[in-house]
């Protein structure tokens, strides 16, 4: 059985495969003050819940990791309390797709492992859009090359940016207003937010076909690939997306847990 964590900057995804089917899968928040004996126990806590499962029956382990203070200890509690060594996502495995940004090494994993799943279960030129901490638009072709892609704060981030810098705006949900039109301040700030990422989203994903179809012109489609925590709060409100699929990562590590 393997076990799969992405950890990013605001969640921790965990999932359990089984060879054939996920058999759990959690979303956790991300502490990095957690010790390695609070990540174990949580770990063993988890899985112990699950009635398939027995600690002894984890075989295999891969981590994705943007939190390297986090990497460490997950890494450790996984030989202390699951005696399995984790399989740590790097440039440096074999992934199925090649890299051809400028400067590869500084490519996220996170974004790799997202490029790697879309083009693995598509097998066409995909755009994959993750919207977490960060909101990232992420290019492969179809011929399986990561071309790169956007970053940009994400959701989260500008909602509380712009409630500390401006005295008196309230921190609010995160959720769509009845209409763009705020008839109140509350509303005024979803709306904002929601239908202004939403925007952000439909204006930037024409660049970048429009591109990759100039570098690619014999391109026939290109599957628009939503994903990432956030992600179902903006995908109702624009048309682009062709599959939305929170649980993406998760399916890329365990392709590339395969493929090493």
Not at 145 to 159: E, F, H, N, Y
Request: some cysteine.
């Amino acid at each position: 059985m393997l076990l799969a964590i992405d950890i990013g900057n605001t969640n921790i995804v965990l999932g359990l495969w089984n060879g054939q089917n996920w058999i759990a899968r959690w979303r956790l928040r991300t502490i990095r003050e957690r010790t390695v004996d609070e990540f174990g126990i949580y770990l063993r806590g988890l899985l112990q819940d699950e009635k398939e499962v027995s600690i002894s029956g984890i075989k295999r382990i891969i981590i994705s990791s943007v939190v390297p203070q986090i990497t460490r200890s997950l890494t450790d509690a996984c030989r202390l309390y699951l005696h399995c060594e984790p399989l740590i996502m790097s440039t440096d495995l074999s992934l199925g797709i090649q890299n051809r940004t400028d400067v590869p090494e500084q490519v996220g994993a996170d974004r790799l492992v997202n490029t790697a799943a879309a083009y693995h279960l598509y097998r066409c030129a995909c755009i994959v859009v993750d919207m977490g901490t960060a909101t990232k638009f992420d290019v492969v072709t179809a011929n399986g090359d990561m071309l790169g892609g956007v970053i940009s704060p994400g959701l989260g981030i500008t909602a509380d940016a712009l409630t500390r810098r401006a005295a008196k705006l309230s921190q609010v949900d995160l959720q769509a207003p009845p209409q763009a039109i705020g008839s109140n301040t509350i509303h005024a700030i979803q709306s904002g937010l929601i239908f202004g990422y939403a925007s952000m989203v439909s204006g930037i994903i024409p660049r970048l076909k429009a591109e990759l179809v100039e570098r690619n012109p014999d391109t026939p489609y290109i599957k628009i690939i939503g994903t990432g925590g956030l992600i179902s709060l903006v995908a109702e409100h624009t048309a682009v997306f062709d599959v939305i699929d929170p649980w993406l990562t998760l399916k890329g590590l365990e392709i590339i847990a395969r493929k090493n």
